[in-house]
């Protein structure tokens, strides 16, 4: 009987808490299996990271995470269809891959929900449905401000690129030069430097590039085993002794791989709109508690952000719309919508619903036996040049 | 004394050749199975899409490598053949009616199989599973560089499918009109694969499979059967990758991927391969398993999947279907010794 009383009792509580917190149902479309597990790793810790920090008062966030499995599109497709009729989500978060986020266009655009993209940097993709939002970056962002400060700043007349031929490193060489070549620069070769999986030996065309005597050798690979090789073809073929700064995007830093990467790596010189050692107090605040929670060797990074901010941006639409997140009112909510990111302030394209953020360039320095990425110059408000500029199938 | 005579006609052997196509009872099952599904799990209908598409594709490789025994690590050449032709026809504003464009489809796998089945048929072995993985690798590459025309690594997306016959509209959220549409392709081609394994054309390519030198000696066209089932195979894995592009809408490389073929494999093995319903059950198998297991344990479901297949390749080495087919067998002689130790001391 005692029992009975006491179960009931917890019943009625938790019923009454459960009417005072609204349920917030957030749909999270990640690879975490495979290849892309640790990007999605990265991607969760982020969104996670913001609850803990900036808990969404009067609202229950419940995630419904699923699995892509693989750039394929159909998974994708069939995995959000689900969340969507199954699971009823009021708002769909993630992709790491573009050709899932191209692929499941349709299917957002059929469900009209708010769909936050956390990573996947195909320009274009936020035209394919009203209802993408963008707090990750176009790969246009890093590329365009990369090729007119290498212009400006770095005061470079030629460039040699070198990319990863697949759709990001192709992006990348039109973003750079595009830019480069409008601040009057002159890209004088353009090197495509094998695929995406394997990691080619890059000696003959780091040669090659040597052989043109650029100003800067601008080079676009996947973070991670690529880009370790990349700094030491660069230390091996002598390029630094002959006047070559290898420049890139922060894909080429990225910071969880970058203590991997060794002395070599020091001089290197990248734009991106994020690295973990940025001064602010809203990094200093998530690196603190990231370190707690995963460990003093883990590191946040650009991902991790993208998560950040997604999450961010959904909760303001949880509170504007008051739990309801009717798309309409949710995107209202999120056109012009600032903040203030680990990464620096950021701002939803009114026009474009893309992200528009600082690009930092930085040189990779020595400090405490550690490898540290020093902030030279800032690019303020940065937009996504391939939709400034058209640029197609940018529209 | 004069032997009992004996009529061959009813000897066990004779009849099971006999009737061996008839029509058995639990035939129709698997289709009443997936119809039940349409009204069971109407929100997961995009899973069941492509669950069918897979049993299709698998379909089409046992009779390749289940009843002519050809080993083959590149049958998704044709899978992205029929995705990519009916969704290049569709994105450039060609032709887009679905049931047309999957015969489209259908040609060019069956011609890219019947060109490349005249080479490749020639060697067998490790050769062929290389040759044929090239063919694959050389069709995705060509995808990849051919941007213009194939969208590259991004994919065509949002394909301009009209409705089918003019009435039924694929909805991209509840592809009710997808499941139906491909169920029906599958349930044709099926009859068609059934067909034409029971027929002496097929059993002259279980002939093959299991002695070429004794099928050259009878003066059977080893070399022409072979090439014509892989041209049938192939076309086959056209009309599942058409299917794939049309329920999606979408077509990108991971139609002609590695991944896709070797999955397929690893289902058709799985389920069994040379035995018609292997394509079935694997696929089930195989795919509800994965995806329903993904939802649950999003990171860690690979490990229930690897569990699974570790235990198939260590104790049934012919598949799930093989699996019953022993517990039957087992099953039966224990009946029979059972019976025989009855009525034995009497």
Known sequence: ?395 | MSAPAYDLGRHPAALALVNRHRLRVWEPLPWILALAFYFAFPNHLGFGTDLLVTILFALSLDLALGYAGIVTLGHAAFFGAGAYTVGMLAHHGIWNEPISGLLMGASVAALIGFASGLILLRTTGLTLLMLTLCTMALLEEAANMGEKYTGGFDGLPNLPIPPLFGLFEFNPLYPRVQYLYVLGVLFLCFIFVRTLVYSPFGRSLTGIRENVLRMHAVGAPVNWRLVTCYTISAAIAGIAGGLWAQANAYVNLSTLSLDRAATVLIILVLGGYGRLYGAFIGAVVYMALSHFLAQVYPTAWQLGLGLMLVLIALFARNGVIGLWDMLRNRLMAKGATMRATKSGPS
């Open chain 1, 1 to 395: 009987m005692v029992r009975t009383l006491v179960l009931a009792g917890a019943f009625a509580s938790a019923a009454s808490l459960a009417q005072a917190q609204q349920e917030v149902r957030v749909g999270v479309i990640l690879p975490y299996t495979g290849v892309g597990a640790e990007l999605a790793q990265q991607i969760d810790r982020g969104m996670e990271q913001y609850l803990k920090l900036n808990p969404v008062k009067g609202y229950k966030v419940t995630f419904f995470k699923r699995d892509v499995k693989d750039p394929g599109g159909g998974n994708a497709r069939n995995v959000i269809q689900e969340l969507l009729t199954q699971d009823k989500v009021d708002v769909l978060a993630g992709w790491v891959y573009s050709p899932n986020a191209i692929a499941s266009a349709p299917v957002v655009n059929a469900g009209k929900k708010l769909a936050v993209i956390m990573n996947a940097g195909t320009a274009h993709i936020t035209q394919m449905s009203n209802y993408y939002v963008r707090t990750s970056f176009s790969m246009w962002h890093a590329g365009y401000a990369m090729g007119e400060t290498a212009a400006k700043n770095l005061k470079a007349k030629t460039a040699v690129v070198g990319y990863a031929d697949f759709p990001p490193g192709k992006d990348m060489l039109a973003s750079f030069k595009r830019a480069f070549e409008a601040s009057g620069g002159k890209v004088i070769d353009e090197i495509p430097m094998g695929g995406p999986a394997a990691v080619p030996d890059y000696t003959p065309f780091f040669q090659r590039a040597k052989d043109k005597k650029p100003d800067v050798f601008f080079v676009f690979v996947p973070a991670g085993d690529h880009s370790s090789a990349v700094v030491r073809t660069y230390g091996a073929l002598g390029m630094r002794q002959a006047g070559i700064k290898l420049i890139g995007p922060g894909d080429v830093t990225q910071d969880n791989k970058l203590q991997a990467m060794g002395k070599a790596a020091i001089g290197l010189i990248t734009m991106h709109h994020y690295h973990a050692d940025l001064t602010n107090a809203e990094n200093q605040r998530f690196i603190a508690s990231w370190k707690k929670d995963y460990g003093a060797e883990s590191t946040p990074d650009f991902m991790a952000v993208g998560g950040y901010d997604g999450m961010a941006a959904i909760a303001h639409a949880i509170e504007a719309t008051k739990g309801k997140l009717d798309a309409e009112q949710a995107l209202k909510s999120l056109r012009g919508w600032k903040f203030a990111s680990p990464r620096g302030p950021i701002l939803i394209d009114p026009d474009t619903r893309d992200i528009v953020m600082n690009e930092y360039l930085s040189e990779v320095v020595m400090k405490n036996e550690r490898l540290y990425q020093n902030t030279i110059a800032t690019v303020e408000n940065v937009k996504d040049a391939c939709k400034a500029l058209k640029i197609p199938p940018c529209k």
